[in-house]
């Protein structure tokens, strides 16, 4: 084969494979050993970047697509061979900072596969050299993002990856444990930084996305809100409350709640704030997060019940939480906590009417419990069972609606 000649072969093969065949079984099998093989060439990596690099109508999502696993399946198994130099290293990392900044089409035109594979890719080069052979990663990247929404998104993404995979992942990892130590040390000593890009991206996307809302331009601006909701929601579980307070996730969260377009992510990113540990002294953020979510839960507007049901249960999966863990701390002799107790019971008895009996059981248990939390409390009861009184009335009446 000429080097033009096996490329033609190669991105024949790949079409071939991806389309499904048409010929015999035999046919098939050549073209997928052929993919497969192909990996195995030293220059494999030059040909996969001339198609990541060259503009052309051959190079179609899933020819791309090949090219991403060629670079990774070089990256996996050349990485730590002697023949792979500190020179080599240097160059696959300037080539993939090449590659987030151009290699990928617009935020809306890219395919979610070619994406997430980029990013892969990226991240599999991180967990091998951040922050140790790479000191200025994140700077590159903060300014890499810095390009516009599609740039943003997979930097974002890539945040998101090595989180996930490196302090998450505790029993899928693939990263050794020593480097994931090394790795979750860098992460919380750049915390303050990150949280700052973070609330950077958040606030320019939903500024973007409001000031362009109804027109087709605000779609890229809600596909980063969304990616950066998701992202964020892998660095609540785990860093000190000073990142949550400074990142103002809850706020956040709570007034997107009613925007149809990124509301799924925000009640995630809210499950995840409701889950995590918040001891004594985070009681401010408990009494914000209680607050925020009343507030927005008295102003979402209605929705078709039928529409809104995976929305509305996992609202009312965050409700149920936060009023188990959170609700029974308040106190009926601090100012505005009484009114905030009767205003989120309100916001259970609404959340009760809704017809599917799955969502209702998230809540029925909660009731309960703030009930008999209210009979109980030993430092004020009867102050709590004044504060829940005026309610009695609706209780019944919700309760004989629903069981």
């Given at each position: 084969?000429?080097?033009?000649?096996?490329?033609?072969?190669?991105?024949?093969?790949?079409?071939?494979?991806?389309?499904?065949?048409?010929?015999?079984?035999?046919?098939?099998?050549?073209?997928?050993?052929?993919?497969?093989?192909?990996?195995?060439?030293?220059?494999?990596?030059?040909?996969?970047?001339?198609?990541?690099?060259?503009?052309?109508?051959?190079?179609?999502?899933?020819?791309?697509?090949?090219?991403?696993?060629?670079?990774?399946?070089?990256?996996?198994?050349?990485?730590?061979?002697?023949?792979?130099?500190?020179?080599?290293?240097?160059?696959?990392?300037?080539?993939?900072?090449?590659?987030?900044?151009?290699?990928?089409?617009?935020?809306?035109?890219?395919?979610?596969?070619?994406?997430?594979?980029?990013?892969?890719?990226?991240?599999?080069?991180?967990?091998?050299?951040w922050p140790q052979r790479w000191g200025t990663l994140l700077d590159d990247l903060f300014a890499l993002a810095q390009s516009g929404p599609a740039q943003s998104e997979l930097v974002v993404m890539l945040l998101?990856?090595?989180?996930?995979?490196?302090?998450?992942?505790?029993?899928?990892?693939?990263?050794?444990?020593?480097?994931?130590?090394?790795?979750?040390?860098?992460?919380?000593?750049?915390?303050?930084?990150?949280?700052?890009?973070?609330?950077?991206?958040?606030?320019?996307?939903?500024?973007?996305?409001?000031?362009?809302?109804?027109?087709?331009?605000?779609?890229?601006?809600?596909?980063?809100?969304?990616?950066?909701?998701?992202?964020?929601?892998?660095?609540?579980?785990?860093?000190?409350?000073?990142?949550?307070?400074?990142?103002?996730?809850?706020?956040?969260?709570?007034?997107?709640?009613?925007?149809?377009?990124?509301r799924m992510n925000a009640v995630d990113l809210l499950l995840l704030v409701a889950d995590r540990k918040l001891g004594p002294e985070a009681r401010d953020l408990r009494l914000d997060l209680v607050a925020s979510?009343?507030?927005?839960?008295?102003?979402?507007?209605?929705?078709?019940?039928?529409?809104?049901?995976?929305?509305?249960?996992?609202?009312?999966?965050?409700?149920?939480?936060?009023?188990?863990?959170?609700?029974?701390?308040?106190?009926?002799?601090?100012?505005?906590?009484?009114?905030?107790?009767?205003?989120?019971?309100?916001?259970?008895l609404n959340l009760l009417q809704h017809p599917s009996p799955m969502i209702t059981s998230f809540l029925l248990g909660l009731l309960a419990v703030l009930l008999e939390g209210a009979q109980e409390d030993p430092?004020?009861?009867?102050?709590?069972?004044?504060?829940?009184?005026?309610?009695?009335?609706?209780?019944?009446?919700?309760?004989?609606?629903?069981?």
């Amino acid at each position: 084969h000429t080097v033009e000649g096996l490329y033609r072969s190669l991105i024949g093969a790949v079409e071939y494979v991806n389309s499904g065949g048409g010929g015999s079984a035999e046919e098939f099998g050549a073209a997928q050993e052929f993919c497969v093989s192909f990996w195995d060439r030293g220059d494999a990596a030059d040909y996969a970047r001339y198609i990541l690099n060259t503009p052309a109508e051959e190079h179609t999502d899933p020819v791309r697509h090949y090219a991403l696993q060629t670079l990774e399946h070089t990256l996996k198994r050349q990485w730590n061979l002697p023949s792979f130099g500190d020179d080599a290293k240097a160059a696959f990392k300037a080539s993939l900072m090449e590659l987030l900044a151009t290699g990928t089409r617009g935020i809306l035109d890219e395919a979610a596969y070619v994406k997430q594979k980029v990013v892969v890719v990226a991240s599999e080069a991180v967990k091998r050299e951040w922050p140790q052979r790479w000191g200025t990663l994140l700077d590159d990247l903060f300014a890499l993002a810095q390009s516009g929404p599609a740039q943003s998104e997979l930097v974002v993404m890539l945040l998101h990856d090595v989180c996930e995979d490196c302090v998450l992942s505790e029993f899928n990892s693939t990263v050794p444990v020593a480097r994931r130590n090394e790795i979750l040390q860098a992460l919380n000593s750049c915390l303050d930084d990150i949280c700052g890009f973070f609330v950077s991206i958040l606030e320019q996307s939903y500024k973007a996305y409001r000031e362009l809302a109804g027109t087709a331009e605000a779609a890229p601006h809600v596909a980063l809100l969304n990616a950066t909701l998701a992202a964020v929601g892998a660095f609540v579980p785990w860093p000190p409350v000073d990142f949550l307070r400074n990142l103002q996730c809850v706020a956040m969260a709570t007034s997107l709640l009613a925007d149809e377009a990124v509301r799924m992510n925000a009640v995630d990113l809210l499950l995840l704030v409701a889950d995590r540990k918040l001891g004594p002294e985070a009681r401010d953020l408990r009494l914000d997060l209680v607050a925020s979510l009343v507030g927005a839960c008295e102003t979402l507007p209605e929705g078709d019940p039928a529409e809104d049901y995976t929305f509305h249960k996992r609202l009312c999966r965050v409700v149920a939480l936060v009023g188990n863990k959170f609700l029974l701390t308040l106190r009926a002799d601090a100012p505005g906590e009484a009114d905030l107790m009767l205003r989120f019971v309100r916001v259970v008895l609404n959340l009760l009417q809704h017809p599917s009996p799955m969502i209702t059981s998230f809540l029925l248990g909660l009731l309960a419990v703030l009930l008999e939390g209210a009979q109980e409390d030993p430092s004020c009861p009867m102050k709590r069972i004044a504060v829940l009184a005026p309610l009695a009335a609706d209780v019944c009446r919700v309760l004989r609606q629903t069981l």
